[in-house]
């Protein structure tokens, strides 16, 4: 039996009658950090017996995610990292099965999967293994097998990894307590073993898991098994996770730094001069005495030594610059030297903020908002692809260098999918940006999305061709229901009408009404989307306001003189 401090482990396998064992599973308990941004995998899987190839498809489904899913990046989800190695895993599955050319009748298995992270058990599966949960003495089915039975001996698998280019994977999560029991196996067991015999097996055997398997499967034969048997038993022991003293404890590792200025020296960095101050951190100048580069360096203010939940939020700011290579997001500098205080190095920047842009260029060239507005989205679709929304967009957030780069800085209010699913004893603060550029979902309480970004972009896009919002300036909690969109037309009479058209879909307050990729977005800004070419859907008021003051004044009179007429008839 293996054990570690989070859960102890039971497996056996056997190929009984068959002259190969094609089954195959793995229980991998990674180091730290890993254990805490991806968890603990527990795997099985049944190469399918009519395929010569069966051992090599469930050797690889289980290799790949035993230890592909380790190299997923930290800000996905469990679901999106799992179901993305096991879509690559079918893919080459499937190419190599029908490309043998001695006939091979494929390569394919079934398979079962479960990630512990944090408090949560999250489930995946295809084809008929499967994964009970022993909870109060209660042995749970947890998964549903995907099969069709010919007859009372003989059934046909409708799911399988390696038959097809289009896999369906069936995915659950469940909360996970200290003490539950999990148990994955094999149709060679569950088809000629009773529920209630694994569990008294299980109770028979709680200090030997190995034991408890080994008998499972040995019975499962016995009881006339012809096929490849495997039980795998997992008992939580710990929830992964840290306690509010262990967190405080990583919180303040490091000092916050003495108050810096010109020609002093940190870790190797000699200050310049400081870029900015507020209550809550202090930017500075500094050149790195090794490189001879200059970088900026961000200490936090110690207002907040003792705040946890501030220095969780600094410390998330580096995370996830450190998770981004793009070259139109602040890079955060990795530093190779021993580090003796709190703060964070990145990249320094010679340039201006897009505000500072904006107030220089009050009429800008729509190819120059193009070029800018492409280099911002780029930059936002590579949080997007890792799973993160930026959550702050404005034009302070965004800086242009002397070259004419674009990128976009502040990570601090970004919100990270792969994080969002530990569970934290910090009461994490919930940013919601910048009001005029926030998405109407925030205010309203609604869960955000990458469409909540779309939104601040487009509100971006419209400031910088109109110098206003396209909400006005009552736009906050109060007024969101009241308040409607202002056609750019109205304010810039030369605009496009299909530029006006992408403006409002990207700002629409209905996030389903949005553009669903900023792609999207900036497409129909270069390109003329026939939906918004229809003189007939832009009102009169945008599209020919005299004409519209005055058929509203004819009306008027109209219906005065009728109004008189009656009076003195």
């Given at each position: 039996?293996?054990?570690?401090e989070?859960?102890?482990?039971?497996?056996?396998?056997d190929?009984?009658?068959?002259?190969?064992?094609q089954?195959?599973?793995?229980?991998?308990?990674?180091?730290s950090?890993?254990?805490?941004?991806?968890g603990?995998v527990?795997?099985?899987?049944?190469?399918?017996?009519?395929?010569?190839e069966?051992?090599v498809?469930s050797?690889?489904?289980?290799?790949?995610?035993m230890?592909?899913?380790?190299c997923?990046p930290?800000?996905?989800t469990?679901?999106?990292?799992i179901?993305?190695?096991?879509l690559?895993?079918?893919?080459?599955l499937?190419?190599?099965?029908?490309?043998?050319?001695?006939g091979?009748?494929?390569?394919?298995?079934t398979?079962?999967?479960?990630?512990?992270?944090?408090s949560t058990?999250?489930?995946?599966?295809?084809?008929?293994t499967r994964?009970?949960?022993l909870?109060?003495?209660?042995?749970?089915l947890?998964?549903?097998?995907?099969?069709?039975?010919?007859?009372?001996?003989k059934?046909y698998l409708?799911?399988?990894v390696?038959?097809?280019?289009?896999?369906?994977?069936d995915?659950?999560?469940?909360?996970v307590?200290?003490g539950?029991?999990f148990?994955?196996?094999t149709?060679?067991v569950?088809?000629?073993?009773?529920?209630t015999q694994?569990?008294?097996?299980?109770a028979?055997?709680?200090?030997n898991l190995?034991r408890?398997?080994?008998?499972?499967a040995?019975?499962?034969?016995?009881?006339?098994?012809?096929d490849?048997?495997?039980?795998?038993?997992?008992?939580?022991?710990?929830i992964?996770g840290?306690?509010?003293?262990?967190?405080?404890?990583?919180?303040?590792?490091?000092?916050?730094?003495?108050?810096l200025?010109?020609?002093?020296?940190l870790d190797g960095?000699?200050?310049?001069?400081?870029?900015?101050?507020s209550?809550r951190?202090?930017v500075?100048?500094?050149?790195?005495?090794d490189?001879?580069?200059?970088?900026?360096?961000?200490?936090?203010s110690?207002?907040?030594?003792?705040?946890?939940?501030?220095?969780d939020?600094f410390?998330?700011?580096?995370?996830?610059?450190?998770?981004?290579?793009?070259?139109?997001?602040l890079?955060v500098?990795?530093?190779n030297r021993?580090?003796?205080?709190?703060?964070?190095?990145?990249?320094?920047?010679?340039?201006?903020?897009?505000?500072?842009w904006m107030?220089?260029?009050?009429?800008?060239d729509?190819?120059a908002?193009?070029?800018?507005?492409?280099?911002?989205?780029?930059?936002?679709?590579?949080f997007?692809?890792k799973?993160?929304?930026?959550?702050?967009?404005?034009?302070?957030?965004i800086m242009?260098?002397?070259e004419?780069?674009?990128?976009?800085?502040?990570?601090?209010?970004?919100?990270i999918a792969?994080?969002?699913e530990i569970?934290t004893p910090?009461?994490?603060?919930?940013?919601?940006?910048?009001?005029?550029?926030?998405?109407?979902?925030?205010l309203?309480?609604?869960?955000?999305?990458t469409?909540?970004?779309?939104?601040?972009?487009?509100?971006?896009?419209?400031?910088?061709?109109?110098?206003?919002?396209?909400?006005?300036?009552?736009?906050d909690?109060?007024?969101?229901?009241r308040?409607?969109?202002i056609p750019a037309?109205?304010?810039?009479?030369?605009?496009?009408v299909?530029?006006?058209?992408?403006?409002?879909?990207?700002?629409?307050?209905?996030?389903?009404?949005?553009y669903?990729?900023?792609?999207?977005f900036?497409?129909?800004?270069?390109?003329?989307n026939e939906?918004?070419?229809?003189?007939?859907s832009e009102?009169?008021?945008?599209r020919?306001?005299?004409?519209?003051?005055?058929?509203l004044?004819m009306?008027?009179?109209?219906?005065?003189?009728?109004?008189?007429?009656?009076?003195?008839?």
């Open positions: 039996m293996e054990m570690s989070l859960i102890s482990v039971g497996q056996y396998s190929r009984g009658a068959k002259a190969e064992n089954d195959s599973y793995g229980v991998l308990v990674p180091d950090p890993a254990i805490d941004y991806k603990i527990a795997v099985i899987a049944d190469g399918v017996s009519s395929c010569d069966g051992k498809a050797e690889t489904c289980v290799n790949s995610l230890h592909d899913y380790y997923t930290d800000s996905w469990v679901k999106t990292s179901e993305k190695v096991l690559a895993t079918n893919r080459w499937y190419s190599h099965g029908q490309q043998d050319p001695h091979q009748k494929g390569m394919a298995t398979l079962s999967a479960m990630v512990i992270k944090s058990a999250h489930l995946f599966h295809i084809g008929d994964i009970y949960q909870s109060n003495n209660d042995l749970e947890l998964t549903q097998d995907h099969c069709i039975w010919a007859s009372e001996d059934n409708t799911r399988a390696g038959i097809d280019l289009r896999m369906d994977i995915y659950k999560k469940i909360p307590q200290v539950d029991i148990v994955l196996t149709d060679g569950h088809e000629y073993l009773p529920t694994i569990k008294d097996f299980i028979n055997y709680p200090d190995d408890a398997a080994k008998e499972i040995t019975v499962a034969l016995k009881n006339g098994s012809p490849n048997v495997t039980c795998q038993i997992i008992r939580i022991e710990q992964p840290v306690s509010e003293e262990g967190l405080y404890k990583k919180l303040t590792e490091l000092p916050f730094p003495p108050e200025s010109a020609g002093m020296k960095y000699k200050i310049v001069r400081e870029l900015h101050s209550t951190t202090q500075y100048l500094a050149l790195d005495e490189s001879g580069k200059q970088v900026v360096l961000k200490t936090p110690v207002n907040y030594e003792d705040d946890p939940v501030f220095l939020m410390m998330h700011e580096e995370w996830v610059g450190s998770r981004l290579d793009n070259n139109h997001v890079r500098v990795e530093q021993p580090r003796h205080f709190l703060y964070y190095v990145s990249e320094y920047i010679d340039g201006q903020t897009l505000r500072g107030n220089d260029n009050p009429e800008s729509l190819n908002v193009r070029e800018i507005v492409g280099q911002i989205s780029r930059g936002i679709m590579a997007h692809n799973e993160m929304i930026h959550q702050d967009l404005k034009p302070e957030n242009i260098d002397s004419g780069t674009v990128k976009i800085i502040d990570f601090g209010s970004t919100k792969g994080i969002e569970t910090l009461d994490r603060l919930t940013l919601l940006g910048t009001k005029n550029y926030t998405a109407p979902e925030y309203q309480g609604y869960p955000c999305s469409r909540s970004d779309i939104f601040s972009v487009g509100v971006i896009v419209y400031e910088m061709l109109t110098g206003e919002l396209p909400y006005g300036d009552k736009y909690e109060g007024s969101i229901q308040v409607n969109y037309r109205q304010r810039l009479a030369e605009l496009p299909w530029i006006d058209g992408a403006l409002e879909k990207a700002v629409h307050k209905k996030a389903e009404r949005r669903g990729e900023l792609s999207e900036i497409h129909d800004l270069a390109n003329p939906a918004f070419l229809g003189v007939g009102p009169l008021l945008v020919d306001p005299l004409a519209f003051w005055r058929g004044t009306i008027s009179l109209i219906i005065n003189g009728l109004l008189l007429i009656k009076l003195f008839w």
